[in-house]
C-alpha cells in the first residue's frame, strides 16, 4: 500500500511505520485532532472476500480524505490506526468469515493523519449461501461507548508491547 | 388467478386511499383480476404471508429483507426518487438543541413504520439512549407523533422525512428538528412473490413507464410517488445487508 505523504497531512503530525497482516510495512502521519462523525450519515463500504475496497459512498470518501479513485482497489487497512489492536481485527475477520455480523467501536485514520470515531457493523454479503464479499456501515458512536473502548483498547495494546 | 395485492402497514389510512385508486388502475391496465388488501397490523400481514395470501406487495426495507430471503420475493420496483430518511424532532419550548441534549428515561413517539423506528434509534445512540432504557409510544399518524411532543408527553419524536415535511407549517412552527438521516439507501420496493412470477415482465413494463400511461400521472400523484424504476437483483440484496447492520440482534 502507499505511504502517507506528508504534503498531504496537518501541521503537527508525527510519523511512524505499521506493518500490516500481510508482512509489508506503511508509513503514516498522526495527528492528535479528531474530526466529529457528520450527523445522521451512515458510512458505508464494501470489500471483496480479501478486505479490498470495492465500493464505497459519499460519506465515506468525505470522511476519509481520499477521493473515491484512491480507494476502489486498495486494502481496508489503508484507514488502519494504530491504536486499535490486531485481536479486535482478528475478532472481526473470525467473525465475517464465519458467516456472522460483528460491531464494534473503530478509530479510523484519515488522509490527512486526523482521526475518526465510529461505531462500525461488518456483514458477510452472501448470495445463494456464498459469502461474496463484505459490507461495514458505521453510525456516529456515544461518547461514553468510545470512551470506554479507548481505555480497552490501551490495555490491549500494552499486552501485545509486551507479548 | 387474482392478484393479491397489499402494502406493509406502515402507511395511515388517507395514503390508503390511493392504492385502492392504484389497484383499479392495474386491473384495467392489466385486465387481471386484482385484490388490494389492507392488514392493520404486522401480525396480520406476516401471517397473510405465511398462508400465502399476497402476490403483489409495496413493502417497506425491514419486511423486504423477510420476503426476499426467506420467502424467494422478487424485487420489481422502487421509487426513481425517494429514499426513506428520517427526522427526530423535539418540542420548540424544550431546551433540547441537539441529540445529545437528550438523556436516557425519555418517551419516544413514533408510527409503527419498522425502518423509521429502525433508523430513528440508531440517530438516538449518540445520547446512550436504546430501547431497553427509553419507551417507544406508537401513533396512527405523524400528525399525532407532533401532537404528543407539542404537549410535552414525548420528548423525542421520529417522522419519515418526506412526512415531517408535509406536516403544516403552524405544526412545524411547534418542533425543533434534532436530525434528519442522509442515507439515501433505504426505501420501500415493489416485491412480487414467486408464485405470480408470470406477471414480472408486465407488471415492471407498468410500473416503469407508470407516468406515459393513461391516467399514471394522477394515480402516481395519489400515491405521493414520483415514479418508479427497475432494481436489479443485487441492488435490493445490497439494501438487505444494509438493514441487517442495522437492527439490532
Ligand atoms: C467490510 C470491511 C470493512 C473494514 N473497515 C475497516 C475500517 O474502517 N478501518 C480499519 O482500520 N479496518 C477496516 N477493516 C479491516 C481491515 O481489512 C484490516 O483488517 C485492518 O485495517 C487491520 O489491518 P491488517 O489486517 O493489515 O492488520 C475492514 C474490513 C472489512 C472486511
Redesign the interface.
Known amino acids: 500500500m502507499n505511504d502517507m505523504q506528508p504534503n498531504d497531512v496537518a501541521p503537527n503530525c508525527t510519523e511512524q511505520r505499521i506493518r500490516l497482516y500481510d508482512g509489508s510495512e506503511r508509513r503514516i502521519f498522526l495527528c492528535d485532532e479528531e474530526v466529529p462523525y457528520p450527523d445522521g450519515k451512515l458510512i458505508v463500504s464494501s470489500t471483496d472476500t480479501e478486505g479490498v475496497i470495492t465500493h464505497c459512498n459519499d460519506s465515506f470518501v468525505d470522511m476519509s480524505g481520499y477521493s473515491e479513485a484512491e480507494l476502489i482497489g486498495q486494502p481496508h487497512s489503508i484507514l488502519r490506526h494504530p491504536d486499535i489492536p490486531k485481536a479486535a481485527f482478528a475478532d472481526m475477520w473470525n467473525t465475517v468469515q464465519g458467516g456472522e455480523k460483528w460491531a464494534g467501536y473503530i478509530k479510523n485514520l484519515r488522509k490527512d493523519g486526523r482521526y475518526y470515531w465510529v461505531y462500525a457493523t461488518v456483514v458477510p454479503n452472501k448470495r445463494a449461501g456464498v459469502i461474496k464479499g463484505f459490507t461495514s456501515v458505521r453510525r456516529k458512536p456515544s461518547r461514553d461507548r468510545v470512551n470506554e473502548a479507548q481505555a480497552l483498547y490501551v490495555e490491549m495494546k500494552k499486552a501485545e508491547v509486551n507479548s | 388467478m387474482k392478484l393479491k395485492l397489499t402494502v406493509s402497514p406502515d402507511f395511515p389510512p388517507e395514503k390508503l386511499a390511493g392504492w385502492h385508486i392504484f389497484n383499479t388502475w392495474l386491473q384495467r391496465q392489466t385486465g387481471l383480476a386484482s385484490h388490494f388488501d389492507v392488514y392493520e397490523s404486522y401480525e396480520e400481514l406476516h401471517s397473510a404471508i405465511d398462508a400465502e395470501s399476497v402476490d403483489l406487495i409495496y413493502a417497506n426495507a425491514y419486511d423486504s429483507a423477510n420476503l426476499v430471503r426467506d420467502k424467494g420475493f422478487i424485487p420489481l420496483a422502487r421509487p426513481a426518487q425517494q429514499a426513506d430518511e428520517v427526522v427526530i424532532a423535539t418540542s420548540i419550548e424544550s431546551n433540547v438543541e441537539k441529540?445529545?441534549d437528550l438523556a436516557p428515561g425519555i418517551n419516544i413517539a413514533t408510527t409503527a413504520d419498522p425502518d423509521v423506528r429502525t433508523i430513528g434509534m440508531?440517530?438516538l445512540?449518540?445520547?446512550?439512549i436504546d430501547s431497553a432504557n427509553s419507551q417507544l409510544q406508537s401513533f396512527g399518524s405523524y400528525p399525532l407523533v407532533a401532537k404528543s411532543l407539542m404537549k410535552k408527553e414525548s420528548q423525542a419524536g421520529f417522522f419519515l422525512a418526506d412526512a415531517y415535511d408535509r406536516l403544516s407549517k403552524l405544526i412545524q412552527s411547534q418542533l425543533r428538528p434534532l436530525?434528519?438521516?442522509?442515507?439515501?439507501?433505504i426505501s420501500h420496493s415493489f416485491l412480487l412473490s414467486p408464485r405470480a412470477i408470470a406477471h414480472k415482465d408486465t407488471l415492471q413494463e407498468l410500473l416503469r413507464n407508470m407516468a406515459e400511461k393513461e391516467n399514471g400521472p394522477r394515480v402516481l400523484d395519489d400515491l405521493d410517488s414520483k415514479g418508479w424504476r427497475i432494481p436489479d437483483q443485487?441492488e435490493v440484496?445490497?439494501m438487505i445487508?444494509?438493514m441487517?447492520?442495522?437492527v439490532s440482534d
Request: charged share 25%.
Open positions: 441529540i445529545e440508531i440517530m445512540e449518540p445520547a446512550n436530525v434528519r438521516s442522509h442515507i439515501q439507501l443485487e440484496e445490497f445487508d444494509l441487517s447492520t442495522l
